[in-house]
């Protein structure tokens, strides 16, 4: 079975709509056929995820650092949960356990994560697919701000399109599909 790894914020944002499309999109992930991989916590858009992906019977994989694996942040629910020594033995394993990539709205934490596997993609450190989800127009600004970067010079049109966004889960779900080989 394909995997995504889901990075998305650790709270759940002032406005219920990101919540709901978190709920939305781990059922459209499990029905897509797809596990998923994401950080193990239990909080945030996180937490959701991983509840509504095991609610409708999918497969999730936690991978969480030491650190942050005390009782109220870990999942318990979940399929496999991997506890690691640090942030970066994480990312690897996320990356590895993973066939595609994809970002919910969230913080520093889920444009880390995003733009650290959106630069190994850009440097061919592997070729799997990448996807923003851009609830209620989040992801607007930056958007244009990677707009900006393309017309500026500091990346290359190809580079710009390595990653696909869209608010709606159903169409970035076949669009990641059928990059997946
Ligand atoms: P943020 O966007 O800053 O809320 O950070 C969310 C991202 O960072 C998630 O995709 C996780 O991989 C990671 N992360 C942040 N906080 C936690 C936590 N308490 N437990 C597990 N992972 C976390």
Redesign the pocket.
Known sequence: MPRLCI?????PGRNGVFLDAAARAARAIVAAGFGVV????R??L?GTIAEAAIEAGGEVIGV?PEA?ATEE?AHSGITRLHIVQSMHERKALMADLSDGFLALP??????E?FHEILTWRQLGIHDKPIGLLNVDNYYDNLLALYDRMESEGFIRSQTRRLFISSADIDELLVSMRSIIT
């Not at 994401?38 to 916590?41: A, R």
């Open positions: 990075f998305c914020g650790a709270h994401y950080g193990g916590g909080v945030g996180m969480i942050l942040v969230g913080g520093f934490g889920t444009m994560e």
